[in-house]
Nanobody
Framework: QVQLVESGGGLVQAGGSLRLSCAAS????????MGWFRQAPGKDRLFVTS????????YYVDSIKGRFTISTDNAKNTVYLQMNNLKPEDTAVYYC???????????????????WGQGTQVTVFS
């Protein structure tokens, strides 16, 4: 059974940093693409970034380019989202997701993903 478990969210002042983790288990993810999405209150779940587990092209939404970095640790079966220079508009529940396959274009729609974590809250105050 596939499980994605996020951690690392919290309350942080604007300009601060957080690192989110997504521990993946239940299968080999080498042929999966991993993504991070976020959902603010009353808003749709939106794409943030994605990475092929075994390496390849990384995609970022424009609003977080230069501030967020996605990475994988194969030994720990974990995907990370390093978030720097956080802004109040980054406040949301952040979700880790996985989709089978490696793609030449970004998978930005939540409907394209097969597995989801439970989410972790990130709150940025000014």
């Amino acid at each position: 059974q596939v499980q994605l478990v996020e951690s690392g969210g919290g309350l942080v002042q604007a300009g601060g940093s957080l690192r989110l983790s997504c521990a993946a288990s239940g299968r080999a993810f080498s042929t999966y693409t991993m993504g991070w999405f976020r959902q603010a209150p009353g808003k749709d779940r939106l794409f943030v970034t994605s990475i092929p587990w075994s390496g390849g092209r990384i995609y970022y939404v424009d609003s977080i380019k230069g501030r967020f970095t996605i990475s994988t640790d194969n030994a720990k079966n974990t995907v990370y989202l390093q978030m720097n220079n956080l802004k109040p508009e980054d406040t949301a529940v952040y979700y880790c997701a996985a989709v089978r396959g490696l793609y030449s274009t970004a998978r930005v729609s939540p409907e394209e993903y097969d597995y989801w974590g439970q989410g972790t809250q990130v709150t940025v105050f000014s």
